[in-house]
T-cell receptor, first 115, second 114 residues
Framework: DAGVTQSPTHLIKTRGQQVTLRCSPK?????VSWYQQALGQGPQFIFQ???????QRGNFPDRFSGHQFPNYSSELNVNALLLGDSALYLC??????????????FGQGTRLTVV | AQSVTQLGSHVSVSEGALVLLRCNYS??????LFWYVQYPNQGLQLLLK??????LVKGINGFEAEFKKSETSFHLTKPSAHMSDAAEYFC????????????FGAGTQVVVTP
């Protein structure tokens, strides 16, 4: 079991550009959540996808959007990048249809640097 | 609304000494509580979780935590620190209404000295 995989691992973008990050969930999981972790801070919830729909959203602007595919993998898109978007982006997968409180498994993250 | 407060952004412990990391939460519904560990340049790994039942929860690597509803706390302990415990630790809260959405604390960096 490969666990949660994210790509790329590192990325450097210029302010104003757009970026797409990718996540493949742990085998058997049906839900993907995305978090932003700024340097020295705890992860902040961006949004969650289940059954190819955004189910919940945190306090992030519309520049942040996502998608979930039929195979449960997911993408996070950020438009009009700002310097403040520089962070570690974490993907977590879980099984919503299972027991409540099911553990969320995290990927290694994508380190995005905006210059 | 949920929130998590971790007391102490940095903790230094001697190898072999007790590790105690403090976490207080607020939640309008019965919470699910988690402790995660993050090693440098890595993702988060679950140490332990509380959902229902026994309030003393044992996790991996010798860690345990106790859910105290009256104190709204979920402190993490390990009787004897090891050098490999040096990492950042995050407390997180979720609830049955949030489909697994986690609210994290700011984290506590643990340094272990020989």
């Amino acid at each position: 079991d490969a666990g949660v995989t994210q790509s790329p691992t590192h990325l450097i973008k210029t302010r104003g550009q757009q970026v797409t990050l990718r996540c493949s969930p742990k085998s058997g999981h049906d839900t993907v959540s995305w978090y932003q972790q700024a340097l020295g801070q705890g992860p902040q919830f961006i949004f969650q996808y289940y059954e190819e729909e955004e189910r919940q959203r945190g306090n992030f602007p519309d520049r942040f959007s996502g998608h979930q595919f039929p195979n449960y993998s997911s993408e996070l898109n950020v438009n009009a990048l700002l310097l403040g978007d520089s962070a570690l982006y974490l993907c977590a997968s879980s099984l919503v249809s299972g027991a409540m409180g099911t553990e969320a498994f995290f990927g290694q993250g994508t380190r995005l640097t905006v210059v | 609304a949920q929130s998590v407060t971790q007391l102490g952004s940095h903790v230094s412990v001697s190898e072999g000494a007790l590790v105690l990391l403090r976490c207080n939460y607020s939640s309008s519904v019965p919470p699910y509580l988690f402790w995660y560990v993050q090693y440098p340049n890595q993702g988060l790994q679950l140490l332990l979780k509380y959902t229902t039942g026994a309030t003393l929860v044992k996790g991996i690597n010798g860690f345990e935590a106790e859910f105290k509803k009256s104190e709204t706390s979920f402190h993490l302990t390990k009787p004897s620190a090891h050098m490999s415990d040096a990492a950042e630790y995050f407390c997180a809260v979720s609830d049955s209404d949030s489909w697994g959405k986690l609210q994290f604390g700011a984290g506590t960096q643990v340094v272990v000295t020989p």
